[in-house]
């Protein structure tokens, strides 16, 4: 098997899985999406020094697959927590108070505008601009399971029964 041109400290460990993934794909720039997509599976989000490896192999500049990755918001350019928590802030939500219930999952975790994933991993809370259940504002997303008509205290409820559920503190 092929050695990545730009192997790293950082991308020894993970350049068998990372080079398996290119070749499925045929080192095919035109395949860029979907070896992001699988990247991101591998490792849970889109380290920086695979996508240098990724630009490196494709031989694309590492801007372009560096503004793909960015521009589409299923990718993640930092560990997520086992439980992402997506709350929504468009329009209808916003208007429902969807901030305060954003504040309280903060406090509660310890996080913050820019600290987005617990120390403990296990949760990362993020807002979205729309998740596309206006009729159900304000509405929280954890993984793929829909909660609507939230408040900041169930908000903070939920948390800690999966914090419960993992056997961590509430």
């Known amino acids: 098997m092929t050695t990545l041109s730009c ?25 860029l999406i979907p070896i992001l997509q ?6 849970g989000y889109l380290p920086e020094e695979q996508l240098k490896a990724i630009a490196a192999v494709l031989d694309l500049p590492a801007a372009h697959v560096f503004g793909v990755a960015t521009f589409y918001t299923h990718f993640a350019l930092e560990a997520r927590g086992k439980y992402v928590v997506k709350l929504c802030d468009g329009t209808a939500c916003h208007v429902k108070a969807s901030i305060p ?16 994933t617990s120390a403990d991993a296990l949760f990362t809370v993020e807002t979205v601009a729309c998740l596309g ?23 903070v409820e939920l948390v800690d029964e999966l914090a419960r559920k993992e056997g961590g503190a509430p």
């Open 7 to 31: 192997e790293t400290p950082e991308t020894q460990d993970h350049a068998p899985a990372l080079m398996k993934i290119l070749e499925r794909h045929e080192r095919r720039r035109d395949r």
């Open 38 to 43: 699988e990247v991101q599976e591998e490792f």
């Open 101 to 116: 219930i954003l504040e309280a999952l903060q406090k509660r975790l310890g996080l913050s505008d820019r600290k987005k």
């Open 133 to 155: 259940a206006c009729g159900l504002a304000p509405v929280m997303v954890i993984n793929e399971e829909v909660f609507g008509q939230m408040t900041p205290q169930r908000a």
